[in-house]
């Protein structure tokens, strides 16, 4: 069970990260900072493969140490699991669960509202390809 709660706590601390991440992906989405945007983009791209790689080992764990089949384990949530302990392991696992699920949270806002500012970005640069496009000439300078 020891293996499991270092695995969470790893996971938890690679979702800081990458809520670290997200945070300054938004602050160049803001300030329409691009080559920031590609540096930040592959960091990411690296850290969910360790993330995936984390998740693979909790699906081992949970199959090896708590008989969790398989193809159950990548199902298998935390809240479920602490249905099924002890008091002293609800008491050491609820904390990093409560944890897990704030950090997922906040992921998630981040993510949704990055995923609007690039929206925005792209639908405003289309705007002004368009108007370029449509009016050839700018202040009589024809382009």
Known sequence: MDDLLTT???QAGMLRELIRSSEEQQQALVHLRADELEKITQKQTELLLLMQQKERLRWHILNADLGINRQDAPRATLSELLGTMQDYE???YGP???ELATLLARLQQLNNTNRLLAQR??????HILDF???NVSICNVKI
């Open 8 to 10: 969470l706590q790893d």
């Open 90 to 92: 609800q008491e050491m």
């Open 96 to 98: 990093i669960r409560n």
């Open 121 to 126: 970005a792209r639908n405003s640069t289309s």
């Open 132 to 134: 370029m496009r449509d």
